[in-house]
């Protein structure tokens, strides 16, 4: 019970300090400069354009339809993703399972484009929901909307698993690992933590977000003074300030004011490593 509240406080505190609110906006990022979403994007309005839902092809010509769905189509699919991402990836530690988590995410994240349909509605006549009955179908055909959005990206985000690096040779010291992260961030590696399919790369300079798994990592720096502490925490011995126990608790101190937990299975490990 212990060490789930010492997990559930390491990613609280990680949001704290915009982990994933910087995760959610990247994804985003990335997202506009792809190529493929404008094309698909071009479509779905090329598409509502022309089958005209919603009575639109009878209440709007050829203009005020392109107009209407473009407004509504490149915000609402852009807060989808954003919301979506960022809320699935703050309750997932706290529910663990893959698809309640999806589920929940969307249901929450549908809320702030209902509210932005809603809003788009009041520019053109005749389209803005009056009952609650319209507002409830509303957030209903949002909800799918999300949904979608919520299960695409899960399926197409790069999973931990496809990264395949090249294996590790001891003589690198770490070399392999450290030309994967920016340069701004230098080579004095203080810890990585990992967050779903990326790892949070903390030095001396600053963090950032790489796609790899830790495992991976790990192997990587086979040569480089550290340990893997935790299941989701490697640390590098020049960044480690100290040892705390508390009961049957034990965390790492580090040089940037992270505080890494410390497995059960390690402990032995952790107290010899830093005695060595």
Known sequence: MEQHNSDYADRRDAFAKGGALQFALREVRGLLRRPGFWIVLA????????????????????????AYWATIAFPTFVTGQFATVLLVRLIRPLIGARIPSIALGALLAALPITAEVWLVNFVFPDSTPTSAADLVGLYGMCLVITLAIA?????SSPKAAETVPSPALAEDNGN??????????????????????????TTT???????MRLS??????????????????????????????????????????AVAPVSRANRTRVKSWMSG
């Open 43 to 66: 479509a779905a309005i090329a598409i509502l354009v022309v089958s005209g839902p919603s009575d639109t092809l009878t209440r709007f010509n050829a203009a005020e339809r392109t």
């Open 151 to 155: 299960t695409i990206y899960d399926v």
């Open 176 to 201: 392999r690992f450290l030309k994967r992260i920016p340069a701004r961030l230098g080579t004095e590696l203080v810890s990585l933590q990992a967050q779903d399919h990326y790892l949070e790369v």
């Open 205 to 211: 300079r600053g963090h950032d977000l790489i796609l």
């Open 216 to 257: 991976d990592a790990e192997a990587e720096l086979a040569g480089y003074p550290g340990m893997r502490v935790h299941r989701s925490w490697w640390v590098a011995r020049a960044g480690v300030d100290g040892i705390e126990t508390a009961g049957d608790r034990m965390t790492i101190r580090l040089s940037s004011g």
